[in-house]
């Protein structure tokens, strides 16, 4: 069954550390995104793709960076981890005009 | 402004009535998604519907485009139907945009 996975599914950071978070989606499509939500808020936007080694800034970039090493696997990098950048992480994949989302990834930065 | 906002913020329902969810848009629509997303977090889709009315068990999608807007209707609630229905906006940049979510609790 086509899947979209995250790694970790958890994580604490501390504050100014790196921090990379991993998607891996056997869909075999070409679009793929990386989303933030914040508690009680809807997902924002932070970094897509569409080819392998081409990444696209969405509507909330500053302070990550996005990494597209092939069509099956998108990360999300975290330079300098920050406080405000505590909240679920969720990557998805794309065909048509539906998406399918892993199972979200926890970043706790202290 | 915001692009999309969806409508009521929150509800609780007894159990076997029914919810009818809003989602209101403002720019021009490419595709509609419907998610609903469990307690725990992860999101499952509902539907798939950039226009017309689609229908799954209890649940059903209408998304009208002239009217920028498209509602989720949950016939006969159930307890197991509390969580959060968030919809996303497909622009034509290939770009989601998805509302705050409404969440439904069903009381027992």
């Known amino acids: 069954e086509a899947a979209v996975t995250q790694s970790p599914r958890s994580k604490v950071a501390v504050t100014g550390g790196k921090v990379t978070l991993s998607c891996h989606q056997t869909?075999?499509?070409?679009?793929m995104y990386w989303y933030r939500q914040d508690t009680g808020h809807g997902l924002r936007l932070i970094h897509y793709?569409?080819?392998?080694?081409?990444?696209e800034k969405g509507d909330i970039p500053d302070g990550y960076k996005a990494s597209r090493p092939s069509q099956e696997n998108f990360s999300l990098i975290l330079e300098l981890a920050s406080l405000s950048q505590t909240a679920v992480y969720f990557c998805?994949?794309?065909?048509?005009?539906?998406?399918?989302f892993g199972p979200g990834t926890r970043l706790t930065v202290l | 402004g915001q692009q999309v906002q969806q409508s009521p913020a929150s509800l609780v329902l007894q159990e076997g009535e029914n919810a009818e969810l809003q989602c209101n848009f403002s720019t021009s629509l490419n595709s509609m998604q419907w998610f609903y997303q469990r307690p725990g977090g992860s999101l499952v889709s509902l539907f798939y519907n950039p226009s017309g009315t689609k229908h799954s068990g209890r649940l059903t999608s209408t998304t009208v485009i002239k009217e920028r807007r498209s509602s989720l209707h949950i016939s006969s609630s159930q307890t197991t139907d509390s969580g959060t229905y968030l919809c996303?906006?497909?622009?034509?940049?290939?770009?989601?945009?998805f509302g705050a979510g409404t969440r439904l609790k069903v009381i027992a």
């Open positions: 869909n075999n499509h070409d679009y």
């Open positions: 996303a906006l497909g622009t034509g940049n290939y770009k989601y945009v």
């Open positions: 793709s569409y080819v392998a080694d081409s990444t």
């Open positions: 998805a994949s794309k065909t048509g005009g539906e998406q399918y």
